[in-house]
Each structure stands twice: as structure tokens, then as C-alpha cells.
């Protein structure tokens, strides 16, 4: 599966993998964008998000592997706010939304 980070956002917003797989992440905006783990500043709820780091334009890197069935929420560490810049990953689970790491 594959996130593409655009000036919009993050397309798509929610991914569905089994567990054991990773997520790619490929920025082609032309701001670099730090791709981390929720809760912002702690990037603890799936650390295994957290090797994407900092994607300069052009650059993509994946994931490591998502073992734990549950959902992951992922944001730009830079631009925290910004819900364009916020998804989930559902990692053996589409139970539903998680814990409002999308907001309408």
C-alpha cells in the first residue's frame, strides 16, 4: 500500500494492510514533510511509522513492518495541525474510525 503526500494532503487518508506489512510513503509536494506516529510529540502508538522521518520532495520511504493488530494514526510532525496531513493505517482491522486521527 502507498500514501502520496501532496500541497492537498495525504491520499488516501485511511489504509487497510494485513498485519506483518509495511506502507510507503511517497512525497511528491514540494515542501518537505515529516511523516511520524500519533500522539504528536510522543510518536508512540506505532513507532514502527516513525522510520519514514523526514521526506524531502521527490523522496519515499516505507514503513516498517506493522505486527499489532489496531489502528495507527500517522501526521507531519511539521505541520501537526493540519488535517489534510493526518491518516490511519488499519492494521488487520477495519473496525471503524480510530481515535479521531481523520476529523471531518
Avoid: K
Avoid at 29 to 44: A, N, V
Avoid at 52 to 76: E, K, Q
Amino acid at each position: 500500500m502507498t500514501v502520496t503526500i501532496t500541497a492537498n494532503g495525504v491520499t488516501p487518508q485511511t489504509v487497510d494492510i494485513s498485519a506483518g506489512q509495511q506502507v510507503r510513503f511517497i512525497n511528491n509536494d514540494e515542501t518537505t514533510r515529516e511523516m511520524l506516529s500519533t500522539p504528536h510529540l510522543l510518536h508512540t502508538d506505532c513507532p514502527a511509522i516513525n522510520s519514514v522521518g523526514a521526506l524531502s520532495p521527490g523522496a519515499n520511504r516505507t514503513t516498517g513492518s506493522l505486527t499489532v493488530v489496531r489502528i495507527c494514526g500517522f501526521h507531519d510532525h511539521r505541520n501537526p495541525d493540519d488535517q489534510r496531513f493526518r491518516g490511519q493505517i488499519n492494521v488487520g482491522t477495519s473496525a471503524g474510525p480510530g481515535p479521531s486521527y481523520i476529523r471531518p
